[in-house]
């Protein structure tokens, strides 16, 4: 299992006093935080941008964006959250509400979008702490 070597969060939206940057070194850590920041977020069912980057021991990345809602005080997930969509762009993961054949027709036409095959997102899932 390759671990986590720093978790980098940005909140960018949000009252001004939690605005701002931080850097930890864990999924839990990273949770509390959001959780934090979460008891400032909107609670009118829309959002405040959080940008996060996560490095692994092997040097390998993933950068994405947390949608922090008043909810996360009790759910924040960042690891769950990476998984999921992990998941769904590797084709092991169809929302029940969406057909099969346009999940298909979506997940080829993120391959030749991004240059990223289906089985890249599965192998990361395989070996990433998360």
């Known amino acids: 299992m390759i671990k986590v070597k720093g978790i980098f969060l940005s909140r960018a939206e949000g009252p001004t ?8 070194k864990s999924f839990e850590a990273a949770n509390r935080v959001l959780k934090d920041w ?21 040097d390998e990345s993933y950068e994405g964006r947390y949608d922090l809602t008043y909810e996360d005080t009790w759910k924040a997930n960042l ?11 590797s084709g092991l993961e169809r929302p029940f509400y969406l057909p ?7 997940i080829s036409e993120m391959e030749k979008r991004t240059g990223r095959r289906r089985e ?6 395989k070996d990433r702490e998360l």
Do not use: C
């Open 17 to 24: 006093r939690d605005l701002g940057q931080r850097t930890v």
């Open 38 to 58: 979460a008891t400032s977020a909107p609670r009118d069912g829309s959002y405040n941008k959080v940008d996060f980057r996560v490095v692994w021991d092997d």
């Open 79 to 89: 690891g769950d959250q990476i998984r999921r969509f992990m998941l769904y762009h």
């Open 100 to 106: 099969s054949e346009r999940y298909e027709s979506f």
């Open 120 to 125: 890249e997102y599965a192998e990361f899932l």
